[in-house]
């Protein structure tokens, strides 16, 4: 009774870390979030720059995948801040964002949109 009652008292001193993972996987050779749709990269984003360029309106358009403020980067994964203070998951340093016309996972109708915007590879 004494040990469960020192083992509950360090759980509840122990501070909380998020270990959260980026919610992607891979399916067909491309990244998707955990709902299943595909995410793309932004060829005007600056790779390791920690920043997006794609806010305001283009941000409706390309939503970002959003990281929760204590999530921590994980391998290839990394969080940036974007200019309105919210935290992004990137990948490789090139923030990650759906497709607002994609309707199911599995589509892919924003890969080559202005031969800027790409399907996102693991």
């Given at each position: 009774m004494k040990m469960q009652k020192l083992a509950l008292a360090l759980l509840l001193a122990?501070?909380?870390?998020?270990?959260?993972?980026?919610?992607?996987?891979?399916?067909?050779?491309?990244?998707?979030?955990?709902?299943?749709?595909t995410l793309y990269v932004f060829?005007?984003?600056a790779a390791g720059s920690g920043k997006s360029v794609c806010n305001d309106a283009c941000a409706k358009n390309w939503p970002p995948l959003m990281a929760a403020a204590s999530d921590t980067a994980s391998g290839d994964y990394t969080v940036i801040t974007r200019d309105d203070g919210m935290k992004q998951w990137a990948l490789k340093g090139k923030?990650?964002?759906?497709?607002v016309k994609d309707q199911k996972p599995g589509d892919t109708t924003g890969d080559g949109i202005n031969s800027v915007w790409h399907t996102a590879k693991p």
């Open positions: 122990t501070p909380l870390v998020s270990l959260a993972a980026p919610p992607v996987m891979v399916s067909s050779g491309m990244l998707t979030g955990s709902n299943g749709m060829d005007k984003d923030p990650l964002y759906y497709w």
